[in-house]
């Protein structure tokens, strides 16, 4: 499996933990040339803003280890870039979800990073 494709695993496998918890997905991959969002959900009136990282092993950390200040200041312009571009008006938040091991199992979730 490449990389591309265990990243699509990781995304599709976090898309439906979302589902399970009441998120309504509603774009995945969302990218323009500057930025780019794993998964864009709503749950309520709430906009999340999800990035997924996937681990096979916490050899090197976990996959929440990767959610740097830097990491997070990608997230904040990207998840701005969207609701400029989508003129959203509401509440929204950044999300980070964990994958882990050969299954694609997802291990953690943060909501409200950064706040």
């Given at each position: 499996?490449?990389?591309?494709?265990?990243?699509?695993?990781?995304?599709?496998s976090?898309?439906?933990?979302?589902?399970?918890?009441?998120?309504?997905?509603?774009?995945q991959n969302?990218?323009?040339?500057?930025?780019e969002?794993?998964?864009?959900?709503?749950?309520?009136?709430?906009l999340?803003?999800?990035?997924?990282?996937?681990?096979?092993?916490?050899?090197?950390?976990?996959?929440?280890?990767?959610?740097?200040?830097?990491?997070?200041?990608?997230?904040?312009?990207?998840?701005?870039?969207?609701?400029?571009?989508?003129?959203?008006?509401?509440?929204y938040?950044?999300v980070?979800?964990?994958?882990?091991?050969?299954n694609?199992r997802?291990?953690?979730?943060?909501?409200?990073?950064?706040n």
């Open positions: 499996m490449t990389t591309f494709e265990t990243g699509r695993q990781a995304e599709a976090a898309a439906r933990f979302l589902e399970r918890k009441g998120y309504i997905i509603l774009v969302w990218r323009t040339r500057l930025c969002i794993d998964i864009v959900a709503r749950h309520g009136s709430d999340c803003f999800c990035e997924v990282k996937y681990r096979r092993t916490a050899y090197q950390g976990t996959g929440l280890d990767y959610i740097t200040p830097k990491k997070l200041k990608q997230m904040r312009f990207a998840a701005e870039s969207w609701v400029h571009a989508h003129d959203w008006r509401g509440d938040q950044l980070a979800i964990e994958v882990s091991g050969t694609f997802v291990t953690n979730a943060i909501k409200n990073l950064g």
